[in-house]
């Protein structure tokens, strides 16, 4: 029957058709991207800074050493997608707690990679930031998922908040203050790739949280 329809009305049909997923592709996209990107920018930051332990060194370290271009642009850029991946989320999902907690993880990574460790307070202020709002965002990412990824998503965001919690008290655990920073940061990492991978593909069948 497509005969019956001018070229013109099955044009705007096929660009109806790929706007639909678009903001979703997106988001998507930029999460999983700004999550791997940072991961690897961290690994290859510690690589290049001599005598560098996981254990005994902040993260930040790495942004005020041999590395910090190399940390603070990752961590900057990091910051950047996960405002995009926000506003697309909300465009493809109308979930506005979810997007807003997200925006404001990422105005925190940006901060984090433009206010180093050596800025004071200023760093310590937007490192607070990311890691409590990214800790929530997975937390509340898990409407916009089926279980069990709902799940992990779930313990993810929670081991981070306990970890941020450990962390703020003093209590490492016998990782060493730079291990425990890690407990905080990497979970949010792996849940922002894991996340971004699932909105890629997500199926429209899928009910979708709201408001």
Same mark, same amino acid.
């Given at each position: 029957?497509?005969? $019956? =329809?001018?070229?013109?009305?099955?044009?705007?049909?096929?660009?109806?058709?790929?706007?639909?997923?678009?903001?979703?592709?997106?988001?998507? @996209?930029?999460?999983?991207?700004?999550?791997?990107?940072?991961? @690897?920018?961290?690994?290859?930051?510690?690589?290049?800074?001599?005598?560098?332990?996981?254990?005994?060194?902040?993260?930040?370290?790495?942004?005020?050493?041999?590395?910090? *271009?190399?940390?603070?642009?990752?961590?900057?850029? #990091?910051?950047?997608?996960?405002?995009?991946?926000?506003?697309?989320?909300?465009? &493809?999902?109308?979930?506005? !707690? $979810?997007?807003? !907690?997200?925006?404001?993880?990422?105005? %925190?990574?940006?901060?984090?990679?433009?206010?180093?460790?050596? &800025?004071?307070? &200023?760093?310590?202020?937007?490192?607070?930031?990311?890691?409590? =709002?990214?800790? @929530?965002?997975?937390? @509340?990412?898990?409407?916009?998922?089926?279980?069990?990824?709902?799940? =992990?998503?779930?313990?993810?965001?929670?081991?981070?908040? *306990?970890?941020?919690?450990? $962390?703020?008290?003093?209590?490492?655990?016998? #990782?060493?203050? %730079?291990?425990?920073?890690?407990?905080?940061?990497?979970?949010?990492?792996?849940?922002?790739?894991?996340f971004g991978g699932h909105v890629i593909s997500y199926?429209?069948?899928?009910?979708?949280?709201?408001?």
């Open positions: 029957m497509n005969h $019956f =329809f001018p070229p013109s009305f099955k044009k705007s049909i096929h660009i109806s058709s790929i706007m639909k997923y678009e903001n979703r592709e997106i988001a998507g @996209l930029l999460l999983f991207i700004g999550g791997v990107q940072c991961v @690897l920018g961290i690994i290859i930051a510690e690589a290049l800074y001599p005598g560098y332990s996981t254990s005994e060194n902040y993260i930040s370290d790495l942004g005020v050493g041999p590395s910090s *271009l190399i940390f603070n642009s990752s961590v900057f850029l #990091l910051g950047v997608l996960a405002v995009g991946g926000a506003y697309f989320i909300q465009r &493809a999902f109308n979930y506005k !707690l $979810f997007s807003v !907690l997200a925006a404001i993880t990422g105005i %925190g990574a940006i901060g984090v990679g433009l206010f180093p460790e050596d &800025a004071g307070v &200023a760093h310590v202020v937007f490192s607070l930031i990311t890691f409590l =709002f990214a800790g @929530l965002s997975a937390i @509340l990412s898990y409407k916009l998922q089926k279980p069990p990824l709902s799940y =992990f998503s779930v313990v993810l965001g929670a081991v981070s908040l *306990l970890a941020l919690v450990l $962390f703020g008290s003093g209590i490492h655990l016998g #990782l060493g203050k %730079g291990g425990m920073e890690r407990i905080i940061a990497y979970p949010a990492l792996l849940w922002a790739i894991g199926s429209k069948s899928e009910s979708t949280a709201t408001k």
